[in-house]
């Protein structure tokens, strides 16, 4: 059964530092999307990525930070300069329906935690 | 700020039915009903979504009520890998999905 997978499954940081979170979504989708879970809080929507551009984002996609399809199949979400706040899991998720028939296939997530 | 209320915890004897509650009194025209599992720390994982027909599929059956300002999720025979936080969620349009704190369902033996 297709899959969405991430990389890396942990990654621990010192704060200030950039983190590079990848994903690569089940082939056929063409609709991207991160979402976060602070350790014991609710699954939050950050991000939605089509045709190369963000289509939606949350308040908590600021500034630093930034979403990107390097090439046909990965997709990264960029931490420019983390805090401690910014520990948590990362999931990334893809559909192949923008609308109200479809399913997010959730990939296992990527655990960050910033020092 | 959730447009969906759902008791914290249930628990349900192995084999039996779970049936899991959900309010979504504000619902709007064009949004779906769709319900998410959790098991551990794993990325949520898709169960089943309706508009106002009640839906079934190989996981679940959904039963939305006429109105449609509630819905209940029906796991027919639970099994202790469907212990997990159920999450009822609204969606109409875009996948932004707003996930509350779900229901946490123990199937216990």
């Known amino acids: 059964e297709p899959e969405v997978t991430q990389t890396p499954s942990h990654q621990v940081t010192q704060m200030g530092q950039e983190v590079i979170l990848r994903c690569v979504p089940i082939?056929?989708?063409?609709?991207f999307y991160w979402y976060r879970q602070i350790l014991g809080q609710k699954v939050e929507f950050l991000v939605s990525?089509?045709?190369?551009?963000?289509?939606?984002k949350s308040e908590i996609f600021d500034d630093q930070f930034s979403v990107e399809r390097p090439d046909g199949s990965n997709f990264t979400l960029k931490i420019r300069s983390t805090k401690l706040e910014d520990s948590a899991m990362y999931f990334c998720a893809s559909s192949d329906e923008w609308a109200n028939t479809g399913e997010l296939f959730f990939g296992e997530g990527s655990r960050l935690t910033v020092l | 700020d959730a447009k969906t209320t759902q008791p914290t915890s249930m628990d349900c004897a192995e084999g039996r039915a779970a049936n899991l509650p959900c309010n979504h009194s504000t619902i709007s025209g064009n949004e779906y009903v769709y319900w998410y599992r959790q098991i551990h720390s794993q990325g949520p994982q898709y169960i089943i979504h309706?508009?106002?027909n009640n839906e079934t599929n190989e996981m679940a059956s959904l039963i939305i009520t006429e109105d449609r300002k509630s819905s209940t999720l029906i796991l027919p025979h639970a099994t202790l890998r469907d212990t997990a936080v159920y999450y009822c969620t609204l969606n109409n349009a875009g996948n932004m999905l707003t996930f509350g704190g779900g229901t946490r369902l123990m199937v216990k033996p």
């Open positions: 082939s056929n989708h063409l609709y």
């Open positions: 990525f089509y045709n190369n551009e963000i289509s939606e």
């Open positions: 309706g508009l106002k």
